[in-house]
Each structure stands twice: as structure tokens, then as C-alpha cells.
């Protein structure tokens, strides 16, 4: 069965930092395109970044140029390098692939930006 796990989030001050970490399993990671995607309170959940099995990556507009995603195949794990944090990047923060064909969603990490 797939099984994605999320971790890394937490509470952060404006301007600060985190990393996240994605582990999954039951999917052929390495020839798979995966992406972060966020869901903020009463709100959609809406793609944030995506890389493809080459590495080719995409982003928001919104995140462009703070957040860096990135993959290890070897260790079948997604990573999202958050930086120059803004309170509307609160949000639940979840992995999957691009698109979320298996219909199965793990349960996110909390990340919020707040003083």
C-alpha cells in the first residue's frame, strides 16, 4: 500500500527556516514526478513545487525563489527546503505525486509562520 510520511514542520518566526522530509513507500519513487502540496485553513490544497525523475523542478509563484524541493531516490525521500518564511505559508504541508494519482494522502506536517 503507498505510504507517505511527512515531518520537519513546526513553529517559526518570519524569516526563518525549515526543512522537510518525505518518506515513501508502495510507489516506483524513482521514476516517479513528486511534489509538495499545502493546504492553509479554509482554503484548497494547492501545489507548491514539483521535480520530475530528472530533476527538472517547478514553483509557485508564491514560493519562488524561497523554497527549494529536492529528492534522494536511493532513500525514496522528498525534501522541501523552506526558506525566508512568511505567515501565509501557515499551512499543512503534504507530498504525493505529480498529479496525486493514487488518491492516497498521508497526514501532512503543520508548518506555522507566526511571531
Known amino acids: 500500500q503507498v505510504q507517505l510520511v511527512e515531518s520537519g514542520g513546526g513553529l517559526v518566526q518570519p524569516g526563518g527556516s525549515l526543512r522537510l522530509s518525505c518518506a515513501a513507500s508502495?510507489?516506483?519513487?524513482?521514476?516517479?514526478?513528486m511534489a509538495w502540496y499545502r493546504q492553509a485553513p479554509g482554503d484548497t490544497r494547492e501545489l507548491v513545487a514539483g521535480?520530475?525523475?530528472?530533476?527538472?523542478?517547478s514553483y509557485a509563484d508564491s514560493v519562488r525563489g524561497r523554497f527549494t524541493i529536492s529528492r534522494d531516490d536511493a532513500k525514496s525521500t522528498l525534501y522541501l527546503q523552506m526558506n525566508a518564511l512568511r505567515p501565509d505559508d501557515t499551512a499543512v504541508y503534504y507530498c504525493?505525486?505529480?498529479?496525486?494519482?493514487?488518491?492516497?494522502w498521508g497526514q501532512g506536517t503543520q508548518v506555522t509562520v507566526s511571531s
Open positions: 521535480v520530475s525523475p530528472l530533476r527538472d523542478k
Open positions: 504525493n505525486n505529480l498529479p496525486p494519482w493514487t488518491g492516497s
Open positions: 508502495g510507489i516506483s519513487f524513482s521514476s516517479d514526478t
